[in-house]
């Protein structure tokens, strides 16, 4: 097993945003988390990131307990997150953009080999390598917050909410290409939305994620047709 949450927990001051949380991830899988605004998806990732610090609980990846480590050792491990405000630099050009994701690396040709692949990933990154970050569209941006986490040559992607601000035509190819770079590169993602449809397209697996508490998890295609969830958050369809 690559990720493994046990019974985590977390608070801000006195209220509980996180209650037992436990979850898995195996190699080359996508799994999604999908809640509500205030569920506490985010929460989840900034400890697994290490930004925050559980109450309860602990975080194995590759069976090494992670949940004590600053972010930058958390990193280093071969876990990367894509925030939800993708948080490129927009005064940067795109291919800069992608360098700083490698920073850490010391393989020139390894980098010069990634930067090739991330522009054959995503062809209008190339196109757009000398403009900078802040003028390209929001679908763009994300593609660009995305090729810029896999330059560091990660294990695990986490990701938060990469529909936020997307048109539904972009949404679907922002969808397509995670799932496209999950399987030709093996990598693992951890996917946290409110667009549970596009969610449970991509995913294997899927928690639902409510008030803090897993309620369902299972395959997503079982998840999806589940009459709950159709109601929930598929709008009953």
């Known amino acids: 097993m690559l990720l493994e949450v046990k019974g985590l927990s977390a608070h801000y001051a006195k209220a509980q945003a996180l209650d037992e949380v436990s979850l898995e991830i195996d190699e080359g899988e996508v799994v999604t988390v999908v809640g509500a605004n205030g569920a506490g998806k985010t929460t989840l990732l900034r400890i697994i990131s290490g930004l925050k610090k559980p109450s309860a609980g602990e975080i ?3 069976g090494k307990r992670i949940d004590r480590l600053p972010a930058h050792r958390v990193t280093k491990q071969g876990i990367i997150q894509v925030p939800a405000n993708r948080m490129i630099v927009s005064t940067m050009t795109v ?18 080999k990634d930067l090739r692949e991330m522009y054959e990933n995503f ?4 196109e757009r390598k000398a403009q900078l970050g802040g003028q ?15 330059m560091s040559r990660p294990r695990l992607v986490l990701m938060d909410e ?3 601000g997307l048109s539904p035509l972009m949404v679907a190819e922002v969808g397509r290409q995670i799932a496209d770079v999950s399987q030709r590169l093996h990598i693992s993602i951890l996917l946290v939305e409110q667009n549970a449809r596009m969610a449970l397209r991509l995913a294997d697996r899927a928690y639902i994620l409510e008030l803090g508490k897993v309620v369902l998890q299972g395959k997503a295609g079982d998840l999806a047709c589940d009459e709950r969830i159709q109601k929930s958050y598929l709008g009953g369809l």
């Open 136 to 150: 390209l569209s929001g679908g763009q941006q994300q593609m660009l917050a995305l090729a810029r986490a896999l």
């Open 95 to 112: 291919l800069d953009n992608l360098r700083l994701g490698a920073h850490l690396r010391r393989d020139r040709e390894g980098i010069a």
């Open 60 to 62: 194995y990846f590759e």
């Open 123 to 126: 062809p209008i990154l190339e």
């Open 162 to 164: 990469p529909s936020t």
